[in-house]
């Protein structure tokens, strides 16, 4: 679906993103980790459409472009903006709706189905800061979704959101994979993509290692994304890795 | 209130004039506004005002129309802005020192030029006296534009207001609905000049807004709603002060003052306030 070639990156002299290649096909899930300035936001970015590489070259497989959908990082700003459910779900379609103030019956249709089927449809009407942090996610997705996407993208879906709410928002995700939807998810939370994502890319500047969680997470790939030494277990098929130090 | 209170301004033909450029400048302001303050811009807005008088006292010095003068001042100050921004130093001091040294400029020429248009009391808190056809014609058609703007692109424009980022990823033109809004922005400002005075058509933007804010939960309500006050205020204001015989710009602003704070106080410890926007 989109496809990176060679891809790199840098803000003036200092170089994000190295050598990079990477490619996602329609109705695949793929966790993006690494550490803070690994260049996850960047590599988003760029898959986005917002940032163009340095060198390399992002391709579509289609004449085309791809259609993305994106779901940022919960922001305090965001929710705090006086707008309902409902109308912030609405603006997903805001380049493409008819040139006049108010949306078509068959647009809010559209969107009460979504809100419907992400579980908040009777909250289309309230305002954003009256949402939990797991509802204010799902409307983010739903505007998202809106967009008509084939490929969506979550920037730390996890963060800020208790493990109950966590729990909810990966079975999202894994609907909408099989929906057909290509998903990718940057998050800091190494546990939480090895134990329930199908495909994790490691990154630090570079791709470490791209591949099923279980077949590429050892102490080797874990040291050379964050820097640090930790203990990789397996656990009812699952990697899990674990800090030696805090361990005791 | 006796009948005569509402008829007896009419016998002025400036009255009539004066209410109708009021009506047009407070219901735009009203529908700016609500994007204005949740873009927390309010501080662009005065500083953009202010910069308007430099403009103005130039452009009468050396024969310029007063619109013209101000329109130009308030492009300069916008590149100013931008331009000191772009050497490091953050936004609201850019605004400080441009703002200032513009409003200096302005306040400089004017204490020493006898030329009657350089008014500086109609120049700061603005002249319903001065009103004339002309202002009228310019600002129906700078109104009519800006209407036409912000109802073809509301919803690109909320958007972008509300993510720019997500926006963007959305099909959102971003540039061009920002390059819109500034230029929106400064229509209103230069245009409000003759009715509120430099020194109070960010007032304007922030009153009814901030009163709508706290009132209604969906934008487009907040947008309707800031628009009525932005409408209400004016009339009511502009009576006021024909009768109390004071300024135009202070008496639109202190109606609207005062309708803020009752509502403050009526609804107790507000859901929202306007400062906690973004």
Redesign the interface.
């Given at each position: 679906m989109i496809r990176l070639e060679g891809v790199g990156f840098s803000y003036g002299d200092q170089s994000v993103l190295t050598d990079i290649d990477f490619t996602i096909a329609s109705g695949e899930l793929a966790g993006i980790i690494g550490p803070s300035g690994s260049g996850k936001t960047t590599l988003l970015r760029i898959l986005?459409?917002?940032l163009r590489p340095t060198i390399g070259r992002r391709t579509s497989d289609s004449s085309s472009e791809v259609?993305?959908?994106?779901v940022?990082q919960l922001?305090p700003?965001?929710r705090?903006?006086?707008?309902?459910v409902e109308?912030?779900v609405?603006?997903?379609?805001?380049?493409?709706?008819r040139?006049?103030?108010?949306?078509d019956r068959s647009e809010r249709a559209e969107t009460r189905a979504i809100l419907d089927r992400l579980g908040i449809g009777q909250l289309s009407?309230r305002?954003l800061?009256e949402l939990s942090g797991g509802q204010f996610q799902r409307a983010l997705i739903a505007?998202?979704l809106l967009?008509r996407p084939r490929l969506l993208?979550l920037d730390e879906p996890t963060s800020g959101i208790d493990l109950n709410t966590r729990q909810s928002v990966l079975k999202l995700i894994d609907e909408l994979r099989t929906d057909g939807y290509a998903v990718v998810v940057t998050t800091h939370d190494l546990n939480w993509v090895a134990a329930h994502l199908p495909r994790i890319v490691c990154l630090n500047g570079r791709i470490v290692a791209d591949g099923a969680p279980l077949d590429i997470l050892n102490e080797d790939v874990v040291a050379a994304t964050y820097g640090a030494r930790m203990d990789v277990f397996v656990h009812n098929g699952r990697p899990v890795v674990v800090d030696p130090e805090r361990m005791g | 209130m006796t009948m005569s209170y509402l008829t007896e301004p009419f016998q002025y033909d400036f009255f009539g004039r004066a209410l109708i450029v009021a009506i047009l400048i407070g219901v735009l302001a009203g529908a700016l506004g609500p994007f204005v303050l949740v873009r927390r811009m309010a501080y662009i807005g005065q500083g953009m005002s202010q910069s308007v008088l430099g403009g103005v006292a130039l452009g009468v010095t050396y024969g310029l129309d007063i619109y013209v003068g101000a329109a130009l001042a308030a492009v300069l100050s916008a590149g100013l802005i931008h331009f000191v921004r772009s050497r490091g130093l953050s936004v609201d001091t850019a605004i400080g020192i441009v703002a200032s040294t513009m409003f200096a400029t302005g306040v400089a020429i004017i204490s020493s030029s006898r030329d009657r248009r350089l008014n500086s009391t109609n120049l700061l808190f603005g002249n319903i006296l001065g009103v004339r056809t002309s202002d009228i014609v310019l600002v129906a058609v700078v109104f009519s534009i800006a209407m036409a703007v912000l109802f073809f692109q509301y919803k690109p424009l909320l958007a972008a207001t509300h993510n720019a980022s997500v926006a963007a990823a959305h099909g959102v033109r971003i540039k061009f609905i920002e390059t819109l809004f500034s230029m929106l922005l400064a229509m209103v400002v230069v245009t409000a000049l003759q009715v509120l005075g430099v020194l109070l058509v960010a007032a304007t933007l922030i009153i009814p807004a901030a009163t709508s804010i706290m009132t209604f939960s969906a934008f487009r309500h907040i947008v309707i709603g800031s628009m009525a006050l932005g409408f209400t205020f004016s009339v009511i204001g502009l009576f006021v002060s024909f009768h109390r015989n004071i300024a135009s710009g202070p008496a639109i602003v202190l109606v609207g003052a005062v309708v803020f704070a009752l509502n403050l106080l009526s609804i107790g410890f507000p859901r929202r306030s306007a400062g906690s926007i973004r």
């Open positions: 986005l459409g917002e259609v993305v959908g994106y940022p922001d700003s965001e705090s903006f006086p707008l309902t109308e912030m609405l603006l997903g379609r805001s380049a493409f709706s040139r006049r103030p108010w949306f009407q305002r800061d505007r998202a967009s993208l | -």
